[in-house]
């Protein structure tokens, strides 16, 4: 998938997650060549007792990957997500190598940089607030391998 068009800036799109909670983004639009709509969402949310920043990816209005910001954010931008195993919902576990379609990423292990109790100890992607390019690309891995 290659992203065609980029279509919109939004100060408001919101999303109803499966317990039907409600959140609002500020949003980027962009269109693929396949006819796919890419919605780039920002927010702040509580995670691990500290108000974070959040990038969400939806594609076609499904949450694809959903980036946490690190514990040092506010001097990195960076922000973390989990990358999860084909067709399943289970992670890769720290001890194992990032599957072959991440050479080049940038990836760690989430609870060493999100370091609270209850953090997954699995390889996540990471990726800077400013390069949506990377967090794209994760986001279309992960959608590739949903089912």
């Known amino acids: 998938m290659k992203i ?3 279509s919109s ?6 999303h109803v997650w499966p317990d039907g909670s409600k959140e609002t983004y500020e949003a980027l639009e962009f269109m693929s060549d396949e006819g796919t709509k890419v919605t780039v969402a920002f927010t702040f949310r509580p995670v691990f007792n500290k108000n974070r920043r959040k990038v ?3 594609l076609d209005d499904w949450p694809a990957v959903e980036f946490t910001a690190t514990d040092d954010y506010a001097t990195s931008g960076e922000l973390v997500n989990l990358i999860r195993r084909r067709g399943g919902r289970d992670y ?3 001890d194992e190598p990032a599957p072959p379609e991440y050479m080049g990423f940038d990836t760690t292990v989430y609870s060493e ?3 609270q109790p209850g ?5 996540a992607a ?8 990377s967090m794209l690309q994760h ?3 992960q959608w590739d391998w949903r089912s």
């Open 56 to 58: 969400v990816i939806f």
């Open 4 to 6: 065609t068009d980029f």
């Open 119 to 123: 953090a997954f100890h699995s390889i």
């Open 139 to 141: 986001a279309l891995i």
């Open 9 to 14: 800036v939004q100060k408001k799109y919101e």
């Open 126 to 133: 990471v990726g800077n607030i400013a390069d949506v390019r």
């Open 92 to 94: 890769y576990s720290s």
């Open 113 to 115: 940089r999100v370091q």
